[in-house]
Each structure stands twice: as structure tokens, then as C-alpha cells.
């Protein structure tokens, strides 16, 4: 990948990854984090910018600013200098400083990884394309939390690999790929 791409770490945090509540736990946790992790090394190896996305939550006591919870999750924390842009919606882009930061470096193409497949992940994937940025999706560096209608947090992650990898653009792509495949 060249200079234009970045890669976007959305809402890893710790209430999302090691909450306390079983029936919302993180899918593969352990996991999801190795391979995050494994991407920011080649990602500031090519000196590609990092840019996290941190979640705060008006009324939800462990997301709210400042909160334990609410931190980054230490096992993908940024480095000195790498951009953390707040955000109180599903959408990364919506109320936030993130398109104006990418934009002002050139960032055309996002990697993106993170918590909540079937919320900010796919808001935000869906959201970046419609700004006119090629996204690749990490199809095994995003988990859930969620479950439900008979979906395992599983089916919710593969669903949403499937769905994103299927938008259509007319110049621009969602590309689905294994963080192994990801390169900067």
C-alpha cells in the first residue's frame, strides 16, 4: 500500500474488550487484539499514520470520558503522536475532526479494525466510503459484542465481512482481507 493509507483503530477499549457483563463480551478478544496489533507494527514500520477512534457515552458509566472503561485498551495503545479522535456516534466521521485530519495528509485509503462489527465498524466503513475513501476492511481485526436474533457474535462478524465486501461505489472499493494480507 502507498503513503495515502492509514489505519483506523475504532473503539478499543477496555469496557468493550474486557467488559465484565458475559452476555456482552467481546468475540475472540485475545484474538482480535494480537491481530490489531500485528497491523499497527507494519503500519508504523511504513510509517503510515495510526489514527484511533475512542467512543464516549453520555449516560453509560463505563464509557464515559475519563473512565476506566473508556481507555484505549493497553495491548494496542497509540504511540506518542498518533492522532485519537473522540466520537459520541456510530459514525467516526459524524461531529469529529477525522476526514479534515485525514484529508490534510492525504489519506485516500483506510485499514480499518476495531469493536462493534455491526455498529461503528460497518457506520464508519459505509461513512468513509461515501467521502470517497477505498476502505479495507480486516475481515479477522473486528469483533462484537452483540448477539442476537439467533446470530452468534460468529455469524455477526462474517456477516458484515460479507455485506461491506458487497458495497457498491462508482470509483471507489471495500476490499475484505485477513490482517495477514495487509500490507502498508
Known sequence: ??????????????????GDDPDHAAYQPAETLARIGELLVRARAAKSP?????HEHATYEPMKRGAAGW????AVAPAPGELVVRKQACDAFYGTPLRS???????THLVVTGCESD?????TVRRALSLNYDVTLA????????TGEGLTSAQIVAHHNATLADLAHP?????????SEIAF
Not at 481507555?71 to 493497553?74: F, R, S, T
Not at 485530519?101 to 489519506?107: K, N, S, T
Not at 455498529?119 to 457506520?123: E, G, H, P, Q
Open 71 to 74: 481507555q484505549i485498551h493497553p
Open 171 to 179: 470509483t471507489r472499493e471495500v476490499v475484505v482481507k485477513s490482517a
Open 1 to 18: 500500500m502507498a503513503r495515502d493509507t492509514a489505519l483506523l483503530v475504532i473503539d478499543v477499549q477496555v469496557a468493550i474488550i474486557d
Open 101 to 107: 485530519e485525514l484529508d490534510a495528509q492525504g489519506i
Open 50 to 54: 495510526v489514527v484511533y477512534v475512542q
Open 119 to 123: 455498529k461503528c465498524v460497518d457506520t
Open 139 to 146: 475481515a479477522d481485526a473486528h469483533t462484537t459484542t452483540s
